[in-house]
């Protein structure tokens, strides 16, 4: 049930690219991005809902597919500040209710 | 200043005490959760609120307690901490999550990290 992250970790040079992707073997009605430097608190970046709107981040842009069940996000000219470990989560259902689910994050390292 | 506070931020306790990690929104928010984060395992939902004395269990709630009292608090009990429990544990809120809801972003507490000898 939980998303599917990839890649696991990714290490960049400052002004570089990278797209993180999350995918769910079961029906996505919308996709959260954070972020996370180590020992804080997760840190929200955006919502990706069905029918493409999006809700969030400036700087940082996202795609969800909602037929493949997956959502990619982009991070273009990366900074030393995009550095942390990136989560992808989906609100859905257990078997007591309305739950929320993270995938196991993507550890992002910018070097100077 | 709209807020998820917990208390303690750290807690080393030894197996079999009982002890509780407070939460606290000051937003009004329907929907709060309990989440336990361990090295590459992402952030897990231990249990979850859907309002004011509706709680439910999320993906790993054995061992764990839960209440909701009032709107604002939503208080995680060990009632026998094992070391396996040693975690960072993370409170959170959002608006709500009926139909058309689940749209908002979460807002997270600081964090409690708790170590369990």
């Known amino acids: 049930q939980q998303p599917v992250q990839s890649p696991q970790a990714v290490i960049l040079r400052e002004g570089e690219d990278a797209v993180i992707n999350c995918s769910s073997s079961?029906?996505?009605?919308?996709v959260h991005w954070y972020r996370q430097k180590h020992g804080e608190a997760p840190v929200f970046l955006m919502i990706l809902l069905k029918g493409g709107e999006q809700k969030g981040h400036e700087k940082i842009s996202a795609s969800f597919n909602e037929k493949k069940q997956q959502s990619s996000l982009y991070l273009t000219a990366s900074q030393l500040s995009y550095s942390g470990t990136y989560f992808c989560?989906?609100?859905?259902?257990?078997?007591?209710?309305?739950?929320?689910?993270f995938g196991p994050g993507t550890r992002l390292s910018v070097l100077p | 200043e709209a807020q998820v506070t917990q208390n303690p931020r750290y807690l080393i306790t030894v197996t079999g005490k009982k002890l509780t990690v407070t939460c606290s929104q000051n937003m009004n928010h329907e929907y709060m959760s309990w989440y336990r984060q361990d090295p590459g395992l992402g952030l897990r939902q231990i249990y979850y609120s859907m309002n004011v004395e509706v709680t439910d269990k999320g993906d790993v709630p054995e061992g764990y307690k839960v209440s909701r009292k009032e709107k604002r608090n939503f208080p995680l009990i060990l009632e026998s901490p094992s070391p396996n429990q040693t975690s960072l544990y993370f409170c959170?809120?959002?608006?709500?999550?009926?139909?058309?809801?689940?749209?908002?972003?979460?807002?997270f507490g600081p964090g409690t990290r708790l170590t369990v000898t």
């Open positions: 079961k029906a996505l009605y919308s």
């Open positions: 989560g989906t609100p859905g259902w257990n078997n007591y209710g309305q739950n929320f689910v």
């Open positions: 959170a809120s959002m608006p709500g999550m009926g139909p058309g809801q689940g749209v908002s972003e979460q807002y």
